[in-house]
């Protein structure tokens, strides 16, 4: 099968699957993107994650994860929920872990996608990957113009925001590629300045070791007592920077049912969650990422911000 044809095969299992866009680079070594990323980890951004310090040359090389790669193909799969739990007055949690964990959801998507381009095409070599690995998802989906590297440094699309997960296949089959598109974020810096605890110090650059989704999931320790009174209530993840991007006024509810919040989350009040039991976080966040804060991390934040 030809290239072009191979590629419009990929981009229309991509839409069956219920993917919003999809985009595809090249598989090669993001040039551009090593100095950025040494210089991120210089100055100590990643905080206690340090994991992100681990596999530097796979995260700016996508054929040390797939020999012999030839594309990477980017996905976008909206989250953005019918209804926003967020309340001035009470604990709130990030859009993104409303539902059924993201990880599983389109990583099982990501599989049969694989499968049907095998199906169609033949013997294809690949790895599907959902933020669980070192990519530098961001920089693909840009390079596959999918949208543009936001102020708050998250993959900004004109049409639909930032309420998204990134997904990508790295595969041997040659496609062809997409190009990046311009930076529509001009002057406006909304997100750099809603953002309480200044982790945006700089456009485009995120102190993660600032950040109150940082502070609220990965941080295991004690937190610092110089960011209290500075969460506005988050109490897992954050969206501070997203609600107040203009872009995200394009936003429109996601279509995936496993994203759908238990109902009772809509109905917990600020002393529900204070006196929250085992049984209760578990019926909410049977199978959400709020999972990886287990309850005693929840409990841990909500003590920090009352």
């Not at 310090?53 to 909206?78: I, M, Q």
Request: aromatic content about 12%.
């Amino acid at each position: 099968m030809e290239i072009s044809k191979q590629t419009e095969l990929v981009k229309s299992i991509a839409t069956q699957l219920g993917f919003s866009f999809c985009g595809i680079s090249k598989a090669e070594f993001l040039a551009d993107e090593a100095p950025r990323l040494e210089e991120w980890l210089k100055r100590g951004y990643q905080g206690k994650m340090s994991y992100l310090e681990n596999h530097f040359d796979k995260r700016l090389d996508p054929t040390l994860l797939v020999p012999g790669a030839k594309s990477v193909v980017s996905l976008l799969y909206n989250y953005y929920p019918k209804k926003d739990l967020a309340k001035e007055d009470n604990f709130k949690i990030g859009k993104y872990a409303y539902g059924e964990d993201y990880h599983f959801v389109v990583k099982d998507k990501l599989k049969l996608f694989l499968g049907q381009i095998k199906k169609e095409i033949g013997e294809v070599d690949g790895r599907a990957f959902v933020d669980s690995a070192p990519v530098l998802e961001r920089a693909w989906a840009a390079k596959g113009g999918l949208g543009w590297i936001g102020k708050n440094s998250l993959l900004l699309n004109k049409s639909m925001g930032s309420f998204f997960f990134l997904a990508e296949l790295i595969i041997d089959l040659e496609l062809e590629p997409d190009g990046a598109i311009k930076d529509y974020c001009g002057t406006c810096t909304a997100c750099m300045d809603a953002c309480p605890t200044d982790a945006i110090a700089q456009p485009y650059v995120v102190d993660g070791s600032k950040c109150i989704s940082y502070f609220t999931i990965e941080l295991k320790e004690e937190i610092p007592y110089e960011v209290k009174d500075k969460f506005e209530n988050w109490i897992f993840g954050c969206d501070i920077c997203q609600d107040v991007c203009p872009w995200n006024r394009f936003a429109q509810p996601h279509h995936e049912k496993k994203f759908t919040p238990h109902p009772d989350l809509d109905k917990m009040s600020k002393s529900d969650w204070e006196e929250i039991t085992e049984d209760v976080f578990e019926k909410l966040f049977h199978k959400s990422a709020v999972m990886r804060a287990k309850l005693e991390g929840l409990k841990k934040n909500i003590k920090f911000i009352e």
